[in-house]
């Protein structure tokens, strides 16, 4: 079935690190795929998403580009800030028939020290 | 604009009662998607709402149950309550008929704890 895989973290970074964290993905068809991030105690906002193939999300420094030659969407920030210290999960969604829900990763943990 | 609401934002029960919890659309859409959160997971479908009625379901017992009013406003009950049930229930809203573009945005979640 579909599903979405993350790098385990925590990842810890001193502040103005560049950041990545790996996502990968298993589906049938063209899903969107999405950034979520969840501060602590918070729910869920959305950070950036891309609808198709090569496409490149943005938001709050934070990108991450569409590869569907090797199934991957992963987020990126060229210098973090102690703020940027939450969880990041990726998702999936595909669309038509019955199926409209997201499948989310484990999550990854970032941790950004002064 | 209103996002998405949750009530309540905390809930403390025990094995084998019932609970409901209840969500408000971001205003504009019309679905409604709840989702379970167990700690240090991502979320899991469960069930999702449009027209009042439930459109797809996540691999979840029947103890779980759904209601969508005509104001979009959606509850989910649990039955039975297990400890295994403690966790955040997340709702999400989105507008049908948006396609590719159409996005879910979060509520602030409701953490149930079961003892």
């Known amino acids: 079935g579909d599903s979405v895989t993350q790098m385990e973290g925590p990842v810890t970074l001193s502040e103005e690190a560049c950041l990545t964290i790996?996502?990968?993905?298993?589906?049938?068809?063209?899903?969107?795929l999405f950034w979520y991030v969840q501060y602590p105690g918070e729910g869920l906002q959305l950070l950036l998403k891309?609808?198709?193939?090569?496409d490149k999300g943005s938001n709050k420094g934070f990108e991450a580009t569409y590869r569907k030659e090797t199934t991957s969407f992963h987020l990126e920030k060229g210098s973090v800030q102690v703020s940027d210290s939450a969880v990041y999960f990726c998702?999936?969604?595909?669309?038509?028939?019955?199926?409209?829900?997201?499948?989310f990763g484990t999550g990854t943990l970032l941790a950004v020290q002064p | 604009d209103a996002g998405v609401t949750q009530s309540p934002t905390h809930l403390i029960k025990t094995r084998g009662q019932q609970v409901t919890l209840r969500c408000s659309p971001k205003?504009?859409?019309?679905?409604v998607s709840w989702y379970q959160q167990a700690l240090g997971q991502g979320p899991q479908f469960i069930f999702q709402?449009?027209?009042?009625?439930?459109?797809q379901r996540g691999n979840f017992p029947d103890r779980f149950s759904g209601h969508q009013f005509p104001n979009y406003s959606s509850e989910l009950n649990v039955n039975a309550l297990l400890l295994g049930d403690s966790a955040l229930y997340l709702c999400?809203?989105?507008?049908?008929?948006?396609?590719?573009?159409?996005?879910?945005?979060f509520g602030p979640g409701t953490r149930l704890t079961v003892l």
């Open positions: 998702a999936l969604r595909k669309y038509g028939g019955a199926t409209n829900k997201l499948i």
């Open positions: 790996n996502c990968t993905y298993t589906a049938t068809g063209y899903p969107s």
């Open positions: 891309a609808t198709k193939a090569d």
């Open positions: 999400a809203s989105s507008l049908a008929g948006a396609g590719r573009t159409d996005t879910q945005y």
């Open positions: 709402y449009y027209e009042e009625e439930e459109r």
């Open positions: 205003s504009g859409h019309d679905t």
